[in-house]
Structure formats: C-alpha cells, structure tokens
C-alpha cells in the first residue's frame, strides 16, 4: 500500500510550503497557551470546568503537545489539527454554562442505550446505518456532535460539518472507497467523546508514542470519558421526544466494564468477522487517517501493532464475557457475513436477541436504503496483505482461537 499513499498535487504543493519555510510550525502554529486564548476570546468564556472534570486542562495540554511535536503534521494536517482543537475547545467552554446552569440538562434521562461494537471493517457501520433507520432509535449525527449548540441553523451547522468530513477525502480521495463521510450521516461515539482530550479520537488520527503512554499511565481518564459521553447525549437529547440512544464505536470493545459501568441498563451488539478480511482493511484505513494529517506512516509498524493488539482486545472481551467482568447476557453477536447475506433476516434476528419492535414494513426500509447505495459506489478499496505489512498465515494463526469461539466462516 505504501506505493498508493500519494497525495492530490494541490495538497502536494500546499504541503510543500512547510518545506520553503523549514518547519510546517513556523506557518501554522499549534500553541496550546494561544489556542486556549483565542478560543476563551472566541466565546467570552474563561471556564474550563475543572470543578466538575478534572484533569480536562491537563488532558488538553498533553494532548497539543503530543500533536505539535511527535506527530510530524504537515501543513494541511496543521490546518485541519488546529481548526478542530479551536472548534473543540470553544464549543467545551459553550457548553459549562449550560451545564452549570440548566440542571434539567444534565437531570435528562439516558436509557438502555444501544451499542454497536466490533473491529473495524466488520459490518459496524454499515448495521449502524441500517438500525438507525428504525424511527424507535436515535443516532447522532456527524454535524450535531460538531455543534452541538443550536446557536446556528441546522443548514448552517450542516455546512461548516463539510470541513471536517467531506474534506478528508478531497485531501485522500482514497479514502472514500473505506469510509463514507457525510455531515448528515450517523456518526460513530470517537466524535461523541472528542471533547476530552483523553479520549481516542486524538490519538486516531495522530500518530505519538509518547501521547500514547501518557493515556496508558492515566486510565482514570477513562472514567470521565464515559461521563463526557454521558453528558453529551444529555445535551443533544434535551427538549426533544425521548427515543433509545443508537451509539457505535471500535473503541468501546477495548472499554466495555467503562461502559458498562456508566450505563449499567446498556445493550451491546458485537460484530464479527473473518480476521484475515478486517485485519489488513483495518490497518489500510488507518494508515490512510494518519496519512491526511502526516507524510510519516509506518504502515509495517501499524500492520503488526494492531495485529497484537486486536488479539488481546478480542481474547480478553470472551474472558471478560464468561467471568463476569461484563454482562455477557446483555450482549449479542452477529456476524458479518450473515449481514451481507441477508440483511433483513440478520436484523430480525438481531431485534428479536434484543427483544426490539420490529416496525411493521421496515423490511421495505431497509432494502430501500441498501439499493440506493451499492456496495463500491464510490471505488474499491484496494489493499494486499504484503501492502500493510501483514502475513495472511500468521494473522490465520494470531486469531484462531476467536475465530473458532465465535465459530467464524472463512470469506
């Protein structure tokens, strides 16, 4: 794949003029100390809510340093880096007043709220969509987790949540072909969670070692990211009808006695699919993420970490499952290749595992949906196992015994 990572020529040149200055830093500067005063300035606003989240400044400063010194961002990636940490940390500064003054806010109910889990590239976003048709569950929307404050328009809310989606793929149009960005579209909870400097959408699209032992010495911030997560869907919910919280992530797989342990009614659904399918997909799309933002991927590197890492993340949900550690009765498994299939006939399965309504029709709105958008529409997403720096037999070998728990078919 390495040989593919090539950027648009406008990002090319665009990139370039860190290289006539000397340092992409001396054009677009990622000061924490600045940045946190011109956001205080943007909102007239000084409250960073330490009182009610420590650790959140300390969270932030780690969090900027990591990205301005270890994680070698170009220009465009400063761009982009910087817009987001300004528009994160106005929006966090917005959002104490309200908390600290509407209690009806952070009083609001969030009830039985239903996950979606899984690897990447094992059908969690695709089922995401498909669920989130169902007029009884409730997804939140890229633009709405940008801005969450109805201080604009929903249209214009919806424009400015472009820059941070559609514009990935002007930057890798690649990237498309992996992942489908719309401001429209239900989003995944990294975006639910980006307001804590924690939490791991950071280190997703930036590639730091030390940011990395950092979040590994303070896994109390785990504790607040699901507060954060909490509060944030308070907020989005409040003044209107009441449904289930629809909600998907990768991450919560590596987090779920966190999870369970802020929303002990939770439901979980875990996708699962053949590792020799999503392991070199998984890392493709993560190369391609560090790739917007940075010219430095070592894609070998990425291909065996995530390799060693998604076999303990697995091994240890199926120990945690059978000693209780979570409620393994409150989590139901599915997998890939049943949803491809037949995805109305895994979706009924599905609802009736969760004891959900099926709504009458729905059949109709699912297949609907799934002809309007064919599978490759925009490409094919193109990758080896050789172009990722992974070994088909020994990736076969790493998750023989998941595959043989969950009793997965070869594709």
Known sequence: MSHRLEHPQLVRRLNLFGDVVGDPSRIVSLDADEMLGLARAM???DDLGEADWPGWEESYRQTI???????????????????????????????????DNDSAVVTEPVVAPLFVVGPPRTGTTILFELLALDPQLRAPLSWELLYPLDALSTER???????ENELWADIHPEFMTMHELASNLPSECI?????????PYWSMLHDSA??????????????????????????????????RWLLKSAYH?????????????????????????????LVSILAVLRFIRSDRVDIATKGRGMEAAYKMILERVIAQ???????????????????????????????????????????????TYLDAKPKGVHGAHVYTFDDVGLDED?????????VAHYGLREE
């Open 43 to 45: 909102t007239d606003l």
């Open 65 to 99: 340093a990591a990205l301005d010194h270890d994680a070698d961002l170009h220009v465009l990636g400063r761009v982009m880096t910087r817009g987001e940490i300004l528009r994160t940390v106005a929006t966090w500064l917005q959002l104490q007043p309200l908390w």
């Open 157 to 163: 809310r919806m424009e400015l949540g472009e820059c």
């Open 191 to 199: 975006h639910v969670t980006a307001y804590d400097f924690a939490a």
């Open 210 to 243: 030390n940011f990395m032992q950092w979040q590994l010495e303070h896994l109390e911030t785990i504790g607040r990211g699901y507060r954060v997560h909490r509060r944030m869907l308070q907020t989005l919910q409040h003044g209107a009808s009441p449904r």
């Open 253 to 281: 797989l590596s987090m779920l006695p966190a999870l369970f342990n802020e929303y002990p009614d939770a439901q979980v659904i875990h996708t699962h699919r053949d590792p020799c399918k999503f392991m070199p997909s």
């Open 321 to 367: 499952r059978a000693d209780g550690t979570v409620p393994n009765d409150r989590i139901i498994d599915t997998h890939f290749t049943d949803l491809m299939s037949d995805p109305v006939a895994a979706l009924r399965l599905i609802y009736d595992q969760l004891q959900l309504e099926w709504p009458a029709g729905h059949e109709v709105v699912i297949t």
């Open 394 to 402: 020994h990736v076969r070998a790493t998750f023989a015994d998941y």
